[in-house]
């Protein structure tokens, strides 16, 4: 039977030994990696518990956990806090189910409110889900003018403006042009920003693998920027940002467009356009460009709650406090900000 034990995360061989099976593993994301555990402890000071399921001497599954524990938000174990996928990856069904049952005792020992696992497909029929969220993913061709056919004809059109307005794209190597326009962006949505610091990190922590992409305007305007997660042979655009301009030159397709075709030079093979909430406008706009949406499973085990949490926008609950948080200044908010997000998840 497969032994369950806690990463430790002071250990460079074992993170090693830990990434090397997250990058062989099909059931594996890139939140899986274990840098994000790092990301968990530095940037959000949230406990971690990572755990790993061991078969003769071998890793064949991992699961990776932190525990939020907020006043405002409620007290849980997720996997993964931040992150689109999350839950178990495994090689065999044994790994899987030791895996789960050491997370539910764990949960139950830190005295949390519930259970979470993003996961991709349904594990556990018999648990309390949320179907909330969908994921948008589709492959890359190996011709960039067949991608760029593969896109429906009218939002193919607001690409071809982008170009014909002159908008030129570029990697960026830190994150301040993004951080601007992301911070910018989510205020007039009226919801917390992350830090500043927490993208540099994933910068750090992650290298190659985490990207920002920029697109200017003719005349060198900052219009647009995204910044995304490369995994095996995926990029993940997953983190954004555009000025009220960017709209009427079409720079936030112009974005998508060229982060694509990079994609496809690199000999890239899918285009992981990420979660988005069902009925929503980047819901919508992500339908636009031909991807199907996938619902995510989130599952739930509940311990001190009657029912699945909704801590997202979506709730009416929560329509006051946007309000509010829009009317608040930039720089204000920003600074607190990370300090409410932290909670989020």
Sequence with gaps: MPVVERLKNEDARECNSWDTFVMACPQATFFHRAGWQRIMRKVFRHDTHYLLARTDGRITGVLPLAHVNSLLFGNALTSLPFAAYGGVASNDEASASALVQAAQALAQKLGVQHLELRNLTRQHPDWPAQDLYVTFRK????????????????????????????????????????????????????????????????????????????????????????????FRDEVLPYYAGDDEAARDLAANDFKYWELMRRSCARGLKVFDYGRSKQGTGPFAFKKNWGFEPQTLHYEYQLYKRDAVPQNNPANPKYQLMIKTWRKLPVGFANWLGPHVVRNLG
């Design 139 to 230: 492959e890359i061709l190996a011709d960039e003018e067949a991608n760029m056919l593969a896109i429906p004809r009218k939002q193919r059109a607001m690409v071809r403006k982008g170009i014909k307005n002159g908008l030129k794209s570029e990697v960026d190597s830190n994150v301040d042009r993004f951080f601007s326009l992301y911070a910018s962006n989510v205020h007039r949505h009226g919801t917390p920003a992350l830090s500043r610091s927490y993208f540099q990190a994933l910068q750090q922590e992650f290298g190659k693998d985490c990207e920002v992409l920029t697109v200017t305007g003719p005349e060198g305007q900052l219009l647009s920027s995204v910044l995304s997660f490369y």
